[in-house]
Nanobody, 125 residues
Framework: HVQLVESGGGSVLAGGSLRLSCTFL????????MGWLHQAPGKSRDEVAV????????YVSDFARGRFTISRDQAKNTLYLQMDNLKPTDTAMYFC???????????????????WGQGTQVTVS
Protein backbone atom coordinates (compact mmCIF):
# COMPACT_ATOMS: atom_id res chain seq x y z
CA HIS A 1 0.00 0.00 0.00
CA VAL A 2 1.25 3.48 -0.91
CA GLN A 3 0.13 6.71 0.70
CA LEU A 4 1.00 10.15 -0.65
CA VAL A 5 0.63 13.28 1.46
CA GLU A 6 0.91 16.70 -0.20
CA SER A 7 1.57 20.04 1.44
CA GLY A 8 2.69 23.54 0.53
CA GLY A 9 -0.28 24.91 -1.35
CA GLY A 10 -1.74 28.33 -0.64
CA SER A 11 -2.65 31.73 -2.03
CA VAL A 12 -0.06 33.97 -3.67
CA LEU A 13 0.07 36.99 -5.90
CA ALA A 14 1.02 36.68 -9.53
CA GLY A 15 4.78 36.48 -9.88
CA GLY A 16 5.18 34.75 -6.55
CA SER A 17 6.50 31.30 -5.70
CA LEU A 18 5.38 28.18 -3.89
CA ARG A 19 7.03 24.85 -3.21
CA LEU A 20 4.81 21.82 -3.03
CA SER A 21 5.94 18.73 -1.17
CA CYS A 22 4.70 15.16 -1.40
CA THR A 23 5.79 12.60 1.17
CA PHE A 24 5.57 8.95 0.17
CA LEU A 25 4.59 6.42 2.85
CA UNK A 26 4.38 2.66 2.65
CA UNK A 27 5.74 0.49 -0.15
CA UNK A 28 7.58 3.01 -2.24
CA UNK A 29 10.42 0.88 -3.56
CA UNK A 30 10.79 0.37 -7.30
CA UNK A 31 8.34 3.09 -8.28
CA UNK A 32 9.38 3.85 -11.86
CA UNK A 33 8.00 7.36 -11.95
CA MET A 34 6.29 10.03 -9.90
CA GLY A 35 4.73 13.29 -10.88
CA TRP A 36 2.54 16.31 -10.28
CA LEU A 37 -0.78 16.93 -11.97
CA HIS A 38 -3.27 19.74 -11.63
CA GLN A 39 -6.97 20.19 -12.10
CA ALA A 40 -8.96 23.40 -12.27
CA PRO A 41 -12.74 23.40 -11.73
CA GLY A 42 -14.53 22.00 -14.76
CA LYS A 43 -11.30 20.94 -16.46
CA SER A 44 -9.41 17.70 -16.87
CA ARG A 45 -6.56 16.58 -14.64
CA ASP A 46 -3.38 17.29 -16.58
CA GLU A 47 0.22 16.39 -15.96
CA VAL A 48 2.43 19.26 -14.86
CA ALA A 49 5.75 17.49 -14.42
CA VAL A 50 7.05 13.94 -14.11
CA UNK A 51 10.25 12.35 -12.87
CA UNK A 52 11.45 8.93 -14.00
CA UNK A 53 13.48 7.21 -11.31
CA UNK A 54 15.66 5.02 -13.55
CA UNK A 55 17.91 7.97 -14.29
CA UNK A 56 16.06 10.89 -12.73
CA UNK A 57 14.91 12.15 -16.12
CA UNK A 58 12.33 14.86 -15.79
CA TYR A 59 9.73 16.32 -18.12
CA VAL A 60 7.83 19.53 -17.54
CA SER A 61 4.74 20.48 -19.51
CA ASP A 62 5.02 23.34 -21.97
CA PHE A 63 2.99 25.79 -19.91
CA ALA A 64 5.25 25.28 -16.88
CA ARG A 65 8.64 24.90 -18.54
CA GLY A 66 11.09 27.49 -17.31
CA ARG A 67 8.93 28.26 -14.26
CA PHE A 68 8.37 24.92 -12.48
CA THR A 69 10.97 22.37 -11.36
CA ILE A 70 10.32 18.83 -10.18
CA SER A 71 12.80 17.13 -7.88
CA ARG A 72 12.99 14.57 -5.12
CA ASP A 73 14.87 13.83 -1.94
CA GLN A 74 15.25 10.05 -1.77
CA ALA A 75 16.42 10.11 1.82
CA LYS A 76 13.23 11.90 2.85
CA ASN A 77 10.96 9.96 0.45
CA THR A 78 9.68 13.31 -0.73
CA LEU A 79 8.85 14.73 -4.14
CA TYR A 80 8.87 18.49 -4.71
CA LEU A 81 7.44 20.94 -7.19
CA GLN A 82 9.07 24.36 -7.11
CA MET A 83 6.77 26.86 -8.78
CA ASP A 84 8.12 30.30 -9.66
CA ASN A 85 6.64 33.26 -11.52
CA LEU A 86 3.16 31.95 -10.83
CA LYS A 87 0.27 33.11 -12.99
CA PRO A 88 -3.46 33.24 -12.30
CA THR A 89 -3.87 30.48 -14.89
CA ASP A 90 -1.87 28.19 -12.57
CA THR A 91 -4.75 28.24 -10.09
CA ALA A 92 -5.84 24.64 -9.53
CA MET A 93 -5.78 21.69 -7.19
CA TYR A 94 -2.37 20.04 -7.42
CA PHE A 95 -1.96 16.29 -6.93
CA CYS A 96 1.12 14.16 -6.63
CA UNK A 97 0.97 10.64 -7.96
CA UNK A 98 3.05 7.57 -8.64
CA UNK A 99 2.71 4.36 -10.61
CA UNK A 100 3.46 0.66 -10.76
CA UNK A 101 4.74 0.87 -14.34
CA UNK A 102 5.60 3.10 -17.29
CA UNK A 103 3.98 2.77 -20.69
CA UNK A 104 5.93 3.50 -23.87
CA UNK A 105 4.35 5.00 -26.95
CA UNK A 106 5.72 7.01 -29.90
CA UNK A 107 5.51 10.23 -27.89
CA UNK A 108 7.77 8.79 -25.20
CA UNK A 109 7.47 7.20 -21.76
CA UNK A 110 4.17 7.69 -19.99
CA UNK A 111 3.77 7.34 -16.23
CA UNK A 112 0.59 5.29 -15.69
CA UNK A 113 -0.49 6.88 -12.43
CA UNK A 114 -2.47 4.69 -10.06
CA UNK A 115 -1.62 6.09 -6.63
CA TRP A 116 -2.74 9.61 -5.75
CA GLY A 117 -2.48 12.11 -2.95
CA GLN A 118 -5.45 14.08 -1.67
CA GLY A 119 -4.42 17.29 -3.41
CA THR A 120 -3.36 20.74 -2.30
CA GLN A 121 -4.96 23.96 -3.54
CA VAL A 122 -2.91 26.64 -5.28
CA THR A 123 -4.57 30.00 -5.87
CA VAL A 124 -2.83 32.80 -7.76
CA SER A 125 -4.39 36.25 -7.98
Amino acid sequence: HVQLVESGGGSVLAGGSLRLSCTFLGNITNRPCMGWLHQAPGKSRDEVAVLFTDGTRTYVSDFARGRFTISRDQAKNTLYLQMDNLKPTDTAMYFCATADYVDYDPSGPQCVYNYWGQGTQVTVS
